[in-house]
Structures are given as structure tokens and as C-alpha cells.
């Protein structure tokens, strides 16, 4: 799938080389097209949940903070970027890799932004700061960590990032979520451009090939945004009140220390280490046909953490590795780190423009949770994919059932640790933290082969 002007074979597998700018610049934006969704819809479910306004509901704190937040995402993705792509001395992986906000740390953020007596903002971005810092010290230790962590606990751990977030996902495409006086929430009206976004995504994804097949999410979006601009569900009057340039504020919502946050980002920065490890690794495969080197994990790793921490001091999320931009090098084999460089330099321009933050607010929250449902589908999907490689004995088996079991049921009721302090309830509630914690403990201390520990010898309890 590779045009024979854009370079040599040899060329095209060199992350130094640059293709002619007239190749590199659509190569650079379509990079941006494909992770574009997934980059601002994190920001826009937290500033949600913080009571931050959306569209034309401005909520709590208002329009201007909601578009704030996108605009953070889509200028510390770039920001991130470049330092994968460009290097600071042993700092960045000098790889096609992209950055954007991390969907496995809203979990986590939800719980410690929403309702009465949270941290808010002010404690959730304080902890985004010092859990980049933490995670940016896992560099040294990258190797060691990736071994403690086979496909046993990755695998359970994913699958409970998107079995968390799925609630979410259903909610907006219902309408958003539900509040008393708001009769919309669920009816046919609501359902409808949802709908429309996940039909079009599959059928994009599976009827069409190349770039098509890899932005189905975006596509599908577009087509629910008509659908929903046809009902009439589509607001632009907040499109004027934005300006043309805002920089990013240190410190905009205050410093406030939480602990609870500050434990969450840190355990969460353990599994972003871990995924852009594998992304690292995708990246050489696909585009160079190679393993990663040493210096290229552990600088990934010294970016990924570097990234998260300016972020959270200006008001932005964590950062992590986007896998399907390593899917789009292999699939256009291309893998020059130029290339995603100026991706990377669109998303600090938009950045900087709160237009852009304006024009993306007026997505109705159905045209996005119609969107979110596949992309978390996709997620917990992923999740599954990973446990495949799992050898099922009971040990394993043993170690699966009790960490899905407490984390998905403490999330599915919250109210069972009523009576634990404000801090255990945002680590717990989440239910990704106490799934990921046990799965890793009890991999750890559990003793690998046990007596009779054979999936073909008939079970005392019955269980085969």
C-alpha cells in the first residue's frame, strides 16, 4: 500500500528519512484524522463528569472551561508528540509513535472529579502532574516491569478498563447523563444518530480498506453529526464566543494534593509504561520488521511520563502511546518520524486555536456515545485478545474470577464501601484500580504450578 514516489523500501523503513513534503504532509494529517476522536473524547467524558457543560448545556462551570479541556487535549498531544518524534537527549523513542489522551486513566478520574465532596479538578490535574513524574521514573525500570506483567494481568486489566467505561459510552448515546427534567434521555430521538455512528463505523470498518478502514470511528461520527444536524440537535451559537488564540494557563484550576488520585494516576502510569512498551515494539515490527531497541523503550517511556506531567500543569490528561496510529504505519509502511512531526505540530496549532475546541463541542453527546460504545467495546475487545494467550489452569483461572469479580462489582456498586473514607472509595469505585492491584498481587505471591492443577482432571467442587 506504499507509492514507490514516496521513497525506497529501504528508505521508507528508516524513521529518519523524509518523505517529499508534498506525500509527508497528507501522511502527517492522516495520522491526526485517525486518532483525532480518541484524542478529545476523554477530556470531554471528565469535564462531564466534573459538571463542565456540553454543547449547548453549559453546566456547572461553563462552555469556555469545556472547550479549555479540548483544546489542552488536542495541544499536549502534539506537545507529547514531538517529544517522541524529535528526542530530548535520551528523552523520546525518536519513532512514528503518537501521543493522545489515555482512555484507561478515566476510570480513575471519574470517580475522583464527580459529585460533592471530590477533589475536582484542581486535586485530579495536581495528581495528572505527579503521576507523569512517577511514570516518567519507570524508564529506568521499564524492562524489569514489563516482565512482571504477562498477558494474565495486562489482559484482565484492559478488559476492566472498557467493562468500566461502557456505562459511560451507553449513557451519552441515550442523551447524556440522565438528570431529573429531561424527558429526551433514551427516547428514539436520542437513540437514533448513535445509532447511525455505529452502523456506519462497522461498515466502514469491514466493507472498506486502507486509511477508510482505520478512521471507521471518525467516519461514522461525521455521518451521525449529519443525521443529528438533520433532527435539529446540532447547536453553533457558542462558536462566536470563542477567540481565534488562548494560550494554556499554568495552574488553571489550582493545586490541591489528594492522595487517593495521586495513588490512582501512579498505578495507572504502571499500565500506560506497559502499553507503549508494546506499542514501541508494534511500531518496529510493522514499519521496520525489527524489535525495539533498549534506548527506544526506555526513552517511550521517559516521553510518555515527561508528556503527562506538562500536561497536568496546564490542565491537561495523561498521555499514553495510540495503537491505532501503529496499526496506520504498518498498514501505509511508511515509517519515518518526520511524518508524524508534522502531525504533531496540526495538533499544537489547534491547540492554540479555541475555534477548534468551539466547532468540536457542537458534536451532540449522542453522535459521541454512539462512537465511545464501539471504541470501549474495542477496548474491553482487547482485553479479551490479550487473555487468549493465557494457559487457563485453575491458578489462572482462580487469579481472573476474583479480580474481575471485586473490580467489576464494586463499580457496579459503589455503595458497598459507603462507610470506607473519601480516599478508598476513588481508588476502589473505579473498580479498574482493585482488579489491576489483585491481579497483579495474587500473580505475583500464588505459586505457578499447583497439585492437580490440570483443566482435564475432574474438579472436587465441579468446576471443569
Keep these: 500500500m506504499t507509492d514507490a514516489s514516496i521513497g525506497t523500501p529501504a528508505q521508507l523503513r528508516d524513521p529518519n528519512y523524509t518523505p517529499p513534503l508534498g506525500k509527508a504532509i497528507p501522511l502527517g494529517i492522516q495520522h491526526v484524522l485517525a486518532m483525532f476522536v480518541s484524542n478529545v473524547t476523554p477530556a470531554i467524558i471528565v469535564a462531564g463528569a466534573a459538571g463542565i457543560g456540553f454543547g449547548s448545556d453549559q453546566g456547572a462551570l461553563g462552555f469556555p472551561d469545556m472547550n479549555y479541556m479540548i483544546q489542552m487535549s488536542m495541544l499536549f498531544a502534539g506537545i507529547a508528540t514531538l517529544i517522541q518524534t524529535i528526542g530530548i537527549g535520551p528523552i523520546g523513542a525518536r519513532l512514528p509513535i503518537v501521543q493522545g489522551t489515555s482512555f484507561a486513566f478515566v476510570p480513575v478520574m471519574i470517580p475522583a472529579v464527580a459529585g460533592a465532596g471530590t477533589a475536582g479538578l484542581a486535586g485530579l490535574m495536581t495528581g495528572v502532574m505527579l503521576g507523569g513524574i512517577f511514570h516518567f521514573s519507570l524508564g529506568f525500570i521499564v524492562k524489569p516491569l514489563r516482565k512482571a506483567l504477562p498477558p ?94 488562548a494560550a494554556p494557563v499554568p495552574f488553571k484550576y489550582g493545586f490541591e494534593l489528594n492522595w487517593a488520585i495521586v495513588i490512582g494516576m501512579c498505578f495507572m502510569a504502571i499500565v500506560s509504561a506497559i502499553e507503549t512498551v508494546g506499542d514501541t515494539s508494534g511500531i518496529t515490527k510493522g514499519g521496520a520488521g525489527r524489535e525495539a531497541t533498549d534506548k527506544e523503550v526506555t526513552g517511550a517511556t521517559f516521553a510518555d511520563g515527561l508528556g503527562t506531567a506538562i500536561a497536568g500543569v496546564f490542565g491537561g490528561l495523561p498521555n499514553t502511546s495510540f495503537s491505532q496510529n501503529v496499526g496506520l504505519v504498518a498498514i501505509t509502511g511508511v515509517m519515518s518520524r518526520h511524518v508524524v512531526t508534522i502531525g504533531a505540530l496540526f495538533l499544537v496549532a489547534a491547540g492554540f486555536i479555541p475555534k477548534v475546541g468551539a466547532i468540536i463541542n457542537t458534536v451532540p453527546i449522542n453522535v459521541l456515545g454512539g462512537g465511545v460504545v464501539v471504541m470501549f467495546g474495542m477496548v474491553a475487545a482487547s482485553g479479551v485478545n490479550m487473555l487468549s494467550d493465557v494457559s487457563w489452569n485453575r491458578r489462572n483461572m482462580v487469579i481472573f474470577a476474583i479480580s474481575l469479580s471485586l473490580g467489576f462489582g464494586l463499580q457496579l456498586v459503589p455503595d458497598a464501601l459507603q462507610h470506607t473514607g473519601k480516599t478508598a472509595q476513588i481508588l476502589l469505585t473505579s473498580g479498574l484500580l482493585p482488579a489491576a492491584f489483585l491481579s497483579i498481587v495474587l500473580n505475583l505471591i500464588l505459586p505457578e504450578h499447583l497439585a492437580g492443577d490440570d483443566l482435564d482432571t475432574p474438579s472436587e467442587a465441579g468446576v471443569d
Aim: net charge positive; no cysteine.
Design 152 to 245: 494474565l494481568v495486562t489482559g484482565t486489566i484492559v478488559l476492566m478498563i472498557g467493562l468500566a467505561l461502557l456505562k459511560v459510552g451507553i449513557q451519552y448515546a441515550a442523551g447524556g447523563v440522565p438528570k431529573m427534567g429531561t424527558p429526551e434521555f433514551g427516547t428514539l430521538a436520542m437513540w437514533t444518530p448513535a445509532l447511525v455512528v455505529m452502523v456506519v463505523t462497522l461498515a466502514v470498518k469491514f466493507f472498506m480498506r486502507g486509511f477508510m478502514s482505520v478512521a471507521a470511528v471518525l467516519i461514522g461520527i461525521i455521518a451521525g453529526y449529519i443525521v443529528a444536524l438533520l433532527m435539529g440537535q446540532v447547536s453553533f451559537s457558542n462558536i462566536s464566543n470563542a477567540s481565534y488564540f
